[in-house]
């Protein structure tokens, strides 16, 4: 079993195979869609428990799903989340229309309800989907980048094992994977024949669902230097045992 004390340093030098199970949490999203895929592709990932409200339509030997309409209480699968060593959180919404308390409670509320509970298991690795523009000091202008500031500074605070904040920029999507709401996706039709364009002239703002998905695997893998990964960091992380 994988664990981190005989995980070799973020270089990757010198590393042992070795094998984690995991849990990912918004696996039917357009990142979680990409996190799944590379998770079953991955020799390193034994296992994928996915829990969420909607099934991923998928079949797999290393996947097993738990559906459940409340995400945020997991009291009655609590005896079943223990031995994982890693949480890949992909959950979710854009803030656009919504109100402040309805945004915090789907993003602040939930995620920590999550985290809370996960992190009652030692050795625990929680990787959480934030986003370029998240403002740490939890007192800007921008309502949903204080709240995602002050659910990343809440999780850091957690005793996870280790616990790493990605924050992606523009993520084109790969591999068939499209997002949930049809006005995001018709919006990545139309980027994607330009996103080579776009990559070149702002590298440092954009990415895929297939790196963000590997770059997370490997840093629960093999840690990094970083507990907050800016979109050029990700980028940077080195896929692959």
Request: glycine share 12%; proline share 3%.
């Given at each position: 079993m994988w664990?981190?004390?005989?995980?070799?340093?973020?270089?990757?030098?010198g590393s042992a195979a070795k094998t984690m199970r995991a849990i990912l949490f918004?696996?039917?999203?357009?990142?979680?869609?990409?996190?799944?895929r590379e998770c079953l592709r991955d020799p390193r990932v034994e296992s994928v428990l996915?829990?969420?409200?909607?099934?991923?339509?998928?079949?797999?030997?290393?996947?097993?799903e738990i559906v459940q309409a409340d995400v945020a209480?997991?009291?009655?699968?609590?005896?079943?989340?223990?031995?994982?060593?890693a949480c890949f959180f992909c959950l979710g919404v854009s803030s656009?229309?919504?109100?402040?308390e309805d945004y915090r409670r789907v993003t602040y509320d939930?995620?920590?309800?999550?985290?809370?509970?996960?992190?009652q298991n030692p050795g625990t690795t929680f990787v959480y989907v934030s986003g370029t523009g998240t403002d740490s000091s939890e007192r800007g202008r921008s309502m949903w980048a204080r709240v995602k500031g002050e659910t990343e500074n809440a999780l850091l605070g957690l005793p996870f094992q280790a616990a790493?904040?990605?924050?992606?920029?523009?993520?084109?999507?790969l591999d068939g994977i499209a997002a949930k709401t049809r006005w995001i996706r018709v919006i990545y039709a139309v980027a994607a024949p330009v996103y080579p364009i776009l990559k070149a002239l702002f590298p440092r703002y954009a990415t895929t669902t297939r790196q963000?998905?590997?770059?997370?695997?490997?840093?629960?893998?093999?840690?990094?230097?970083?507990?907050v990964l800016e979109n050029d960091d990700i980028n940077h992380v080195r896929c692959g045992g």
């Open positions: 664990n981190r004390r005989n995980a070799a340093t973020a270089s990757g030098v918004g696996a039917t999203g357009m990142v979680g869609q990409g996190v799944l996915s829990i969420g409200r909607t099934a991923t339509g998928q079949r797999h030997e290393k996947l097993r209480n997991l009291s009655a699968i609590q005896a079943e989340l223990s031995g994982y060593d656009v229309g919504m109100r402040e939930l995620t920590l309800s999550v985290a809370r509970t996960l992190a790493y904040m990605f924050r992606p920029g523009y993520i084109q999507p963000v998905a590997c770059a997370m695997i490997q840093v629960a893998a093999q840690g990094a230097p970083k507990r």
